[in-house]
């Protein structure tokens, strides 16, 4: 039986790992981390991710040929393929590259402990986003220590998006290893084949160089992550015009060489996934001297941080220029709907703005916890993406912010309502009854654009919603910037 172990038991290894023990009946699979809470989260009914169709998948393997295990390094020495699917956040704060360049802090202290725990040789797969070229370093750390046991390294980053993790594994638009151009490189390449080929189709495996899988990754992040601060633009220039953003990108969608994809107007993307991978990729770009390439790249980012400022100015500047003391209806926090990730989310910016100007938020979120709010209001930037056990805990939560379990009670009394993450409960409130019961006049301001603009300005809500046009009111408000 082939063993595989997965070091690091996140929204990558945990499902990841699923998908190949249901597929792939004849391995034997084991998830490992060092975080005790998050393994005995994966070992109960309460699994550690929101992630729809995941629970189904766990319950049908988990303890046949699916195992999470705190013990690394039995796990790791018995395994025939081990992957490396720990975080490679934003190297934060001071030291080179600080700021944009990947932390391989993780990745580094995992790759030694292979090297130190192995007996027999193995396959070792990079599926965390690294900067290309990790490989070869890892390669060093690896052979270095491997006291004559061979290594093979393989690059298979994984392309699966939050909230549609299930369904990306199950129906991937390609799988993509990258390996050594060696016979032993091709051997390893074809072992890794081999698994993924239980339900993947063969034309959908692409096999490449190692610099080239690497950079791929980096590539598709960057393009989609383009996108939609390119739309985003657009719907800017839609406010100042009267076009509508969504009939610009539904006309725009339907040239086939364009494709409808990702191109949804919103208040800004988030994960750590787009920014942290753009800025490793910016990072390469000028370590390379290639700084009008690091130039065009940085501008995606910063039409991001632009939209989510935007927002919040709107929010204010609609509200009579204040929102001191008011109460705002915060109607999701997670980053995309399904998900109760919170990592970079532009919830985290757009209620900042707000709290800045001394707004009192009561915040409602299906998926996130009142601990996990307080926490993202209180991190520092690019401490998103280490894990919750490595954080410090914070001392101090935000006084103004209060967390519910129900739309209806976060806008209770409230001046205004800013829409989120696009719920779909969100689409289905009624507003007639939210309106009765909140301040006047009462606002919504739609980040997501789910809701409907013409039947609540007849409710009698006054409507802000991304590059659609606004109305009397909105248009009467000093211009945001
Ligand atoms: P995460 O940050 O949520 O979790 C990483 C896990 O690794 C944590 O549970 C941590 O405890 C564990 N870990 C760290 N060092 C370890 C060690 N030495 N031994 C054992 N466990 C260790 O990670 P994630 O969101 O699953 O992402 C993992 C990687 O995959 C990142 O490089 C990310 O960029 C990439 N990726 C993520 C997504 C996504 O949607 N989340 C999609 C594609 C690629
Ligand atoms: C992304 C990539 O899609 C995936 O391939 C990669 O493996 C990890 O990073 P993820 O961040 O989980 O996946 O979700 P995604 O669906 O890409 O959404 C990212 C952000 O963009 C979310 O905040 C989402 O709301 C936003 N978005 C997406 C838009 O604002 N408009 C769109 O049209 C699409």
């Not at 704060?93 to 007996?119: F, H, P």
């Not at 979120?365 to 926490?375: E, F, L, M, S």
Request: proline share 4%; glycine share 6%; charged share 25%.
């Amino acid at each position: 039986m082939v063993k595989i172990c997965c070091i690091g038991a996140s929204y990558v290894g945990g499902p990841t790992m699923a998908v190949i023990a249901l597929k792939c009946p004849s391995i034997e699979v084991a998830v490992v981390d060092i975080s005790v809470p998050r393994i005995n989260a994966w070992n109960s009914y309460q699994l550690p991710i929101y992630e729809p169709g995941l629970d189904a998948v766990v319950k049908q393997c988990r303890g046949k040929n699916l195992f999470f295990s705190t013990d690394v390094e039995k796990h790791v020495r018995e395994a025939d393929i081990v992957f490396v699917s720990v975080n490679t956040p934003t190297k934060t704060t001071r030291g080179l590259g600080a700021g944009k360049a990947a932390d391989l802090t993780y990745w580094e202290s995992a790759a030694r402990m292979i090297a130190d725990v192995s007996k027999s040789d193995k396959i070792v797969v990079e599926k965390s986003t690294v900067p290309v070229k990790t490989t070869e370093a890892i390669e060093k750390i690896l052979t270095h220590n491997s006291k004559g046991i061979k290594f093979q390294i393989l690059s298979n980053p994984e392309f699966l998006a939050e909230g549609t993790a299930i369904q990306d594994l199950f129906n991937p638009d390609r799988v993509l290893i990258g390996g050594r151009e060696t016979p032993e490189g091709n051997k390893a390449v074809q072992a890794l084949k081999d698994v993924y080929a239980h339900w993947v189709p063969e034309d959908r495996i692409l096999t490449t160089n190692l610099w080239s899988a690497e950079l791929s990754k980096l590539a598709v992040n960057a393009f989609l992550a383009q996108r939609i601060s390119s739309v985003n633009a657009m719907s800017a220039l839609c406010e100042a015009t009267g076009a509508d953003v969504t009939q610009v990108s539904y006309a725009v969608s339907k040239d086939t060489r364009i494709g409808p994809k990702f191109l949804n107007a919103s208040v800004g993307f988030g994960r750590s996934c787009f920014q942290k991978d753009i800025l490793n990729l910016v990072y390469i770009c000028e370590c390379n001297g290639l700084l009008e390439v690091a130039e065009y790249w940085k501008q995606v980012i910063k039409i991001n941080e632009y939209q989510k400022n935007r927002f919040a100015n709107r929010v204010v500047s609609s509200m009579f220029n204040t929102v001191s003391n008011k109460k705002i209806a915060i109607l999701g926090f997670a980053f995309k709907k399904d998900t109760g990730d919170t990592r970079e989310t532009p919830a985290i910016d757009v209620c900042k703005g707000l709290l800045g100007d001394k707004a009192r938020l009561s915040i409602f979120d299906p998926q996130v916890t009142v601990d996990q709010i307080q926490r993202d209001l209180t991190m520092k930037k690019f401490d998103w993406d280490h894990p919750l056990h490595l954080q410090p805990i914070s001392p101090t939560t935000v006084k103004q912010v209060t967390c519910v379990w129900d739309a209806y009670e976060a806008t209770k009394d409230a001046h205004g309502i800013c829409i989120l993450t696009e719920w779909d409960e969100f689409k289905n409130l009624d507003f007639k009854r939210i309106y009765d019961n909140m301040q006047k006049p009462a606002f919504v301001f739609d980040g997501r654009n789910i809701v409907n603009v013409d039947q609540l300005r007849e409710i009698g809500f006054i409507v802000y919603s991304i590059g659609k046009p606004l109305d009397a009111w909105l248009k009467d408000m000093p211009a945001v910037a």
